[in-house]
C-alpha cells in the first residue's frame, strides 16, 4: 500500500473501515476485475482498478504476489466515472521549481483562492488522525484548504497531515510514492489503530534477488550499492530469509546479531524486524558495532576525547625518543611536524591500531589503501615511536581510544565457544568499520556462511579504508558479491549532481545507478551574509516544500557540520516560529514533527524528503584546512570530507538546498556545476 491510503484509512469513520476491511478480505482471494464490484480502469496489464465497497471506492493494482493499495475515496453523487476521471487524472510526477520557496516573496493583486475540501474537519476526524485535542478548536469546522493550511497557531505538521487525510492525491502523485508492505489486512486495521507504528518497503526484482542469493554458499556474502539503492532494506529480508534456514536445519531457538551503524537506528531497525518476524523477532539482536564490542570487554573504560587525544599526541610528537644520532633524531621530529598531529592521529587510529599492528615491521610492510601521502621508511618509524609514546601517556590517564577497545573486544573474541557465538550476523554499512571491528564481528560468527555485509566505499567517512582479506582470511566474497544499480530514494537530479560533485572523493567507481525511480527539481545552491538570512532562507524552502510535496515539517532536516552550529541553526528557526530541534545521533527521535536538525555524519543511513545543508558561517570549514602541513594531507582529508558531503546530500529525497557562506576559500562550499544546479 501507499502511505496516502494508510492516511485515508485512519480517517474514515470506524463502521466504514470495518467495512474496508471486509472488502479487502475479498479482495486478498481474488484481484481479478468482474467488470461489476471490480473494475479494470485502463484496458493493459498493471492498470490500476476499482473496487466499490458501499459508498467508497477503493483503488488497487495487482501483480503476484501483490494486490498494491492505493487509495480510498468517497463516491460521488454523480457516477463512478467522475471518480475514476478524477482518480487517473493530474500530473505523472512532482517535480516543482524549487526557486519559487527560494526568491523573495512578492505581492500580487490577486483575489485569494478558496478551495472547498472534500469534507469539513471535524473532531472525530482529528481524533483518528491522533491529532493533539489541543488543536481541536482551531481546526474543527474548517471548510477551505486555505484556511486549513493558514490556520494560525497550528504547528504547520499538523496542517499538512490533515491535508494529507482529505485532498486527495492522483495516480500520478501516488506512484511517486514508496510502497510499503503488510503480510495481512489485519495489519493494516492494527495500523489503525496504533498497534503497529509501520511497514517494511517492498522489494523490486533486483532488491528481491538478493534475499535468498547465496544463503547455501560456502562462505560470506557482500551487497554493494549507491545510496538509496535498498541494501538495508534487503538486509532486514536477508534476516528473516537466514532464520528460515535455520530453522530449517533444527536450531531450536536461534540467535542473529544485526548491527547498524548509528544508535538512532536501532530502535527503527527493531520495529520493522518486529513487523517482519513477529514473535520470532526475539532471536534477533539489533545494536551498533561499538555496543557489542563495549559488551565484550566487560569492564568499565574512560575514553578520551578528541582534544585530550590532540593534546596528548602534541605531547608524544614533541618528547618521543627516535632511534640514530642527533641529526637523524631531528629530521625525524620535523618530518612529524610537517605531517601535523591530526594527520599522525589518523595514522594511529585508521591504520596501526585499526588493523592491530604489533610490530614496526607489520607497520612497515602495510597497505595503506585511501591514505594518498606516501610515508618514508624514516617517516614510518618516527610515526610509530609517537604512537608508543601515546599509549603510554593514554595509560597513565587511564584512557583508551575506540580503536584499543576494539582490539580488547578481538582478544575477548578469540576466547569464546561456539556456544557464546551467533548462529548468524548481518552487518550493515561496513564500510565505515574499522578492519578491528570487522574481526570481531567475523569472530561472533560460528559459519562463514552465515555472515552479510551490505557496503558502498563512497559513503565511507571514517577509516582509511582496507582490502577485505586484509581484515580476515574468512572475507573473501568471489563469486559472492550482489551490486544493486536502482536508486529508489533520491531523484535523478539529486544524485547525479552529488556524485558529479564526489568526483574527486570517490573510493569505487565500479558503481553507478542507472536507473532512478524518481524526477524532480534540480538542488539549489543560496549564499548568505547572516545567519538570520540563512534563517530566512531556510524558513522560506522548508514551509514551500513541504507544502508543496503535501508533507509534515516533521519530514524536512537541516544537516550542519558541528553541534554548535546545530544549536544555532534549531534556535534561529524556532526564533521564526519554524518547530526545529537539534539531535545528536543518539538522541535522534525520527517520529518527532519537528525540522530535524544533525550533524552531517549523525544523518548517516537516514533519509528524509527535504534536506538543507547548512551552518557553515562560523569560521573555515573544514577545521582541519588550516592545520595541514602538505599539500597531500589536505587533499586525503579533503577527499574524505567530500564523501561525508555526498552522503549527507544523498540524504534528500525529492529537494535539497545548499547554504554557504557569502564569502568562502573552502573547496567544499563552491565550485557547482550550473548545469545540475540551481545556482539562483
Known sequence: MKPAFLMELRALPRDYSDQVQKKL?????DPMPDGKVKKRL?????????????????????????ISLLSIRWRKEAYDDEVEAEFLGGPTSQSFDISQFLNKPTRTATAPRKTPLPRPVTPELLAALRVDPTWFPRLSGLSTEEELLECPGVPDDVLLQVHQALVERTYGELLQQPDLVASS????????????????????EEQRKYVDWALSARGPTLLKGGPGTGKSTVALYRTAAMLKVLRKAGVAAPRILFTTYTNALVRFTEQLLGSLLREEARYVEVRTADSVAL?????????ADAEELRALAREAIRSARFPGNALQQRARQQALERLGVDYVLEEIHGVIDARRMDTLEQYLEARRPGRQLALTRPQREAVWHVRTTLHQALARAGKVTWPMA??????????LVDAQKYDAVLVDEAQDLDPTMMQVLVGLCRSPNRLFLTADANQSIYGAGFRWQDVHESLSFQGRTGVLRANHRTT??????????????????EQATVEYAHSGALPAVRAVKT????????ERFFTGASRQLRLGLGACAVLVPTERAGQEVAHDLRERQVHAEYFSGRSLDLGAKVVKVLTLKSAKGLEFPVVALAGFHEGTW???LERCATEEEREELLARERRTFFVAMTRAMRALLLVVPEKTDSPLLGGFDAERWNLG
Open 531 to 538: 545567519r538570520t538570512d540563512q534563517a530566512v532562507l531556510l
Open 25 to 29: 478480505e475479498l479482495l486478498a482471494g
Open 185 to 204: 489486512v489485519e495489519d493494516l486495521l492494527r495500523y489503525r489503530d496504533g498497534e503497529l507504528l509501520g511497514f517494511l518497503l517492498r522489494l523490486d
Open 622 to 624: 573544514p577545521a582541519f
Open 295 to 303: 559488551s565484550l570487554v566487560r569492564q568499565s573504560l574512560s575514553f
Open 42 to 66: 485502463k484496458n493493459m496489464d498493471g492498470a490500476p482498478c476499482r473496487l466499490r465497497s458501499g459508498d467508497l471506492r477503493i483503488f488497487y493494482t495487482f501483480q503476484k504476489p501483490h
Open 492 to 509: 535523478r537530479e539529486i544524485d547525479e549532481a552529488a556524485r558529479v560533485w564526489l568526483a574527486q572523493g570517490a573510493l569505487d567507481e
Open 406 to 415: 576494539r582490539a580488547l573486544a578481538t582478544g575477548q573474541v578469540a576466547s
